[in-house]
């Protein structure tokens, strides 16, 4: 990968490996894909919030990112939504969720 991150989220879609958000000496909101045939780590748009702690997962062909937190003290914790798509290659951020949170186990 191209940047060092903790508390990140990995998500599978397409056959291809996505590292998303997290901590790499500051919050992150960088997103990098894996594609295991090319072997090859790709740099890809990044989203709109950095985070770590927060949950991502794949629903049809999008990747969604839910809370966490962009605090060092973890006392900012969001409610925020954004949504991927990776044939455009853009986030976008959707409905809020009625509640902050973060560590969610979607």
Request: glycine share 8%; hydrophobic share 40%; net charge negative.
């Amino acid at each position: 990968m191209h940047f060092q991150r903790i508390s990140h989220q990995v998500v599978v879609l397409d056959g291809k490996i996505y590292a998303i958000g997290g901590i790499g000496g500051q919050y992150l909101n960088t997103v990098e894909e894996y594609n295991p045939i090319t072997d090859i780590w790709e740099i890809k748009a990044s989203m709109n919030i950095a985070r770590r702690n927060f949950e991502a997962v794949t629903l049809g062909n999008k990747i969604y990112v839910l809370g966490g937190n962009n605090d060092a003290n973890a006392s900012l914790v969001l409610n925020s939504v954004e949504e991927y798509d990776p044939s455009e290659n853009e986030w976008t951020i959707k409905a809020s969720m009625f509640k902050k949170r973060q560590n969610l186990n979607v």
